[in-house]
C-alpha cells in the first residue's frame, strides 16, 4: 500500500510540477514579448512637457519666430496671404512638406487637397491660422498628432513632434 501511495504522490507531483513549468515558460514568454514590443511612453502631462521642449529647441536652432496657439501647436506665419482664413469645414489645397525633428520625412512635399476636419488635430488647429496664398510652419506636438503607432503616411510617429510647411493655395 505505501509503495502504491508513494507511487502515486510522486506521478501526481510530476504532473503539478511539469503542468507549473509550462504555466510559467508561457508566462515568462508572454511578458517578454510584451516588453521588448513595447516603446517607453510618458503619461500625458510629461509627454506634454517633453515636446514643449524639443519644440523651443527647434525653434532655437532654426531662429524662428513662433507663436504658440492655446493648444500647444506653435506657429510661424512667414507669408501673410490675403483674405479670409478657412474653417474647419473647408476643404483646403495646400503645398505641404511633413517630417520630424529628426527630418526623417513622412508626408513628401506635394499639393494635397484635403478637408480640414478629417486631418490631424494638429492640422485642424493650424490650417485656419493660414489666410489664401499664407505660407509658414506647424509644430505640432504629440497629443494633436496620429497618436501612438499610428502614421497614416508610414513610418513612426510614437510621440514625436511633426513639423509641417504649409502653403495654403485655395479653400472653399
Known amino acids: ?14 504532473m ?12 515568462v514568454i508572454i511578458l ?3 516588453l521588448v514590443g513595447c516603446d517607453e511612453y510618458l503619461d500625458p502631462e510629461e509627454q506634454a512637457e517633453v ?12 531662429d524662428l519666430d513662433a507663436e504658440r496657439h492655446s493648444s ?41 487637397e484635403l478637408h480640414v476636419e478629417n ?3 494638429g492640422l485642424q488647429i493650424g490650417i485656419p491660422l493660414f489666410k489664401r496664398g499664407g505660407e509658414g510652419i506647424l509644430l505640432i506636438p504629440s ?6 503607432g499610428h502614421n497614416p503616411y508610414g513610418g513612426s510617429s510614437n510621440n ?7 502653403e495654403l493655395i485655395d479653400f472653399n
Not at 496671404?81 to 476643404?91: L, V
Not at 514625436?160 to 504649409?166: A, F, L, T
Open 143 to 148: 497629443a494633436l498628432g496620429p497618436g501612438v
Open 32 to 34: 517578454t514579448l510584451a
Open 72 to 112: 500647444g501647436l506653435y506657429y510661424v506665419i512667414e507669408k501673410q496671404g490675403s483674405g479670409s482664413h478657412p474653417k474647419s469645414d473647408s476643404y483646403v489645397k495646400i503645398e505641404r512638406l511633413g517630417y520630424f525633428l529628426d527630418d526623417e520625412i513622412f508626408a513628401p512635399k506635394a499639393v494635397v
Open 119 to 121: 486631418q490631424i488635430e
Open 16 to 27: 503539478v510540477i511539469v503542468n507549473s513549468y509550462k504555466y510559467f515558460v508561457s508566462l
Open 51 to 62: 515636446d514643449e521642449e524639443k519644440i523651443k529647441e527647434y525653434i532655437e536652432e532654426n
Open 1 to 14: 500500500m505505501y509503495n502504491k501511495c508513494h507511487s502515486m504522490y510522486f506521478k501526481i507531483n510530476k
Open 160 to 166: 514625436k513632434v511633426m513639423v509641417y510647411e504649409i
